[in-house]
């Protein structure tokens, strides 16, 4: 009985979104009263929890053996950002969508019945190290970085399901320029302005 519900809430959710999608149309889609629904799950949001975490699992196992595909630090991070930003959010008709609109209606002060968000960083920072050069896996030491990389995730799958799509892949290559960037580039530019002080002084 669990499965036909999880499964009948994951077309309800992919097709209809999460706000729009009430108890009474998954327990008909699963051939049960919803009193027989609430007997399995106390909550609407608690059955996407239960659908959301392992089909992000899923989607994360299989970006991340994309990404070892590549050979090169800037080939595996573009193929990182444009799976987060680009394949997970359009995956399953937009499904990433109904997590946040959950969480947009969800009280103030409610807590997040898992520690999904956390566990997510953590695996993107793991994986974000293994991408970087040696020289660059200080970046990746805390999960500051991956934080604002998960952020974004919701913005563009927000932006997915609206339709406003963009360069992601553009996107991709901007950021992986700036992670990769030479630290040194910009060394002489800051001496500079010394340099030509004291060549005033002088004159």
Not at 2 to 7: E, F
Not at 8 to 17: C, H, I, N, Q, Y
Request: proline share 4%; hydrophobic share 45%.
């Amino acid at each position: 009985m669990r499965d036909a519900i999880l499964a009948s809430a994951f077309d309800l959710f992919s097709r209809k979104g999460y706000t729009s999608t009430t108890m009474s149309e998954i327990a008909r889609a699963s051939n049960m009263t919803v009193a027989n629904l609430y007997v399995y799950f106390d909550s609407k949001l608690a059955i996407l929890y239960e659908i959301y975490t392992p089909w992000l699992e899923q989607q994360l196992a299989a970006l991340t053996e994309s990404v070892r595909k590549f050979r090169t630090p800037r080939t595996r991070l573009r193929r990182l950002f444009t799976g987060i930003w680009g394949d997970i959010p359009s995956a399953d008709h937009s499904f990433a969508n109904a997590l946040i609109e959950a969480l947009a209606v969800s009280p103030h002060g409610m807590a997040k019945p898992s520690t999904l968000l956390v566990d997510v960083e953590t695996y993107l920072t793991e994986l974000i190290a293994e991408c970087l050069p040696a020289e660059r896996a200080h970046l990746a030491q805390n999960q500051l970085f991956s934080h604002v990389i998960w952020m974004a995730f919701d913005g563009f799958t927000l932006n997915r399901h609206l339709g406003d799509v963009r360069d992601v892949a553009a996107i991709a290559d901007l950021m992986t320029d700036l992670l990769l960037a030479d630290a040194g580039a910009t060394e002489p530019a800051a001496d500079a302005a010394p340099a030509a002080g004291r060549k005033r002084k002088r004159a």
